[in-house]
């Protein structure tokens, strides 16, 4: 880690306008600058993302993005933000930071991170944690183990100096979350076929209906909000967060890469799969021309990616802990990998799981993946 620079000083510089915007999305071209692994994100797609206007979460978040300057050069950024859906019933209310990126300079971390705490505890926050970009239904999580390899569409990245920086805060771990690698196509285990072959019956595996899109949306937000509602740091998708990501899903995926499982005529389960948006883009450089999105849209859909990622998979609590469950979530992602195959993807990252999640870390494990990166929530107390 660098040592600090105590005889210059870093300017910390509110994001107020869109000329500070533009600042603050090319913050990670310095840092990532030589770092062929990295993948610039689409800078398009980074608008909207923080768009109040475009981007739904807004809705409940509140929020504050910050530069770090050192001698007229951006070294660094972060946000802070307050999710209404997250403190409504926290009896500590916590507030997150997020988008956190830096060159290796401890006063400059060191700075960006105050300035974030302090704008929390003044709006009442108890505790601190994150990075979240900018909830936890978005990209989240420190990379803290496997930089050497590219990040997946919408997985973060990192620096294998961030841990340090932010711990050197006062931060420590909340959850580390697992990313696992999966070849295909993939052998499947016994246990798996005798299962798939026991609930054969009751188990049913289509793919969405794009005739009926937004009713299906609806039916997979709710089994999502259902399965994961007791995992650490829960969110609920709203509405209008689900259908916002759904319908921009539709202009870039199959129909078969939405697979929903039903038990005796109910939906209980459901996966979607990704053509790594990342390894389509790799050579645009964050930018979209006409030629550029001809390009990608090319790339996804027609050439199609060698490599995939599972962002979104869910069980029904009625149904987690016991035979059927398993049934459900091996059914899903053989269905899942049959249309990955059929695309002609050979490798497939499933992403994020929760590190205590023994139960999805066995079915995976038993497919032949492997983790090959952790991805760490720190929090803080603020006093």
Wanted: with cysteine; net charge neutral.
């Amino acid at each position: 880690m660098a040592a600090p620079h105590p005889d210059r000083a870093v300017q910390i510089v509110p994001v107020a306008g869109k000329r500070e915007l533009t600042r603050f999305l090319k913050v990670p071209h310095t840092v990532y600058a030589k770092r062929r692994e990295w993948r610039a994100p689409l800078m398009l797609e980074r608008r909207m993302h923080l768009s109040e206007k475009q981007n739904p979460a807004f809705e409940h978040l509140t929020w504050q993005a910050w530069i770090a300057v050192r001698d007229g050069r951006d070294i660094g950024r972060i946000t802070a933000q307050i999710d209404a859906l997250r403190t409504a019933d926290e009896t500590e209310p916590t507030g997150f930071f997020g988008m956190f990126e830096c060159i290796d300079d401890a006063d400059a971390a060191a700075a960006l991170m105050a300035t974030a705490e302090a704008w929390l505890a003044e709006r009442g926050m108890h505790t601190i944690q994150g990075p979240f970009n900018l909830t936890i239904n978005d990209e989240c999580g420190l990379l803290v183990d496997g930089f050497e390899t590219p990040p997946m569409a919408m997985m973060p990245h990192g620096r294998d100096y961030y841990a340090g920086l932010v711990e050197q805060s006062g931060y420590h771990t909340a959850v580390d979350m697992l990313a696992f690698w999966l070849d295909l196509p993939f052998t499947r285990p016994r246990a798996m076929q005798r299962l798939l072959s026991r609930y054969a019956g009751r188990i049913r595996i289509r793919p969405i209906e794009r005739k009926h899109y937004d009713r299906e949306l609806d039916t997979l937000r709710d089994i999502f909000n259902d399965a994961w509602a007791n995992n650490w740091g829960f969110v609920p998708f709203t509405q209008a967060e689900f259908r916002d990501l759904g319908h921009t899903l539709k202009l870039l995926i199959a129909d078969d890469l939405v697979q929903i499982a039903e038990v005796d005529g109910h939906p209980a389960a459901f996966i979607v799969g990704l053509p790594n948006i990342n390894e389509a883009a790799r050579d645009l450089g964050g930018r979209l021309g006409p030629i550029g999105i001809g390009k990608l849209l090319w790339r996804l859909k027609v050439r199609f990616p060698k490599t995939v990622r599972v962002p979104l998979m869910g069980v029904r609590q009625a149904y987690q802990g016991g035979p059927l469950g398993a049934a459900l979530a091996f059914g899903v992602i053989d269905a899942m990998e049959t249309a990955f195959c059929r695309h002609g993807a050979s490798g497939s990252e499933l992403s994020w799981i929760l590190a205590d999640n023994h139960g999805m870390r066995d079915i995976i494990e038993a497919l032949g993946g492997h983790a090959y990166k952790t991805y760490r929530m720190y929090e803080k107390t603020l006093t």
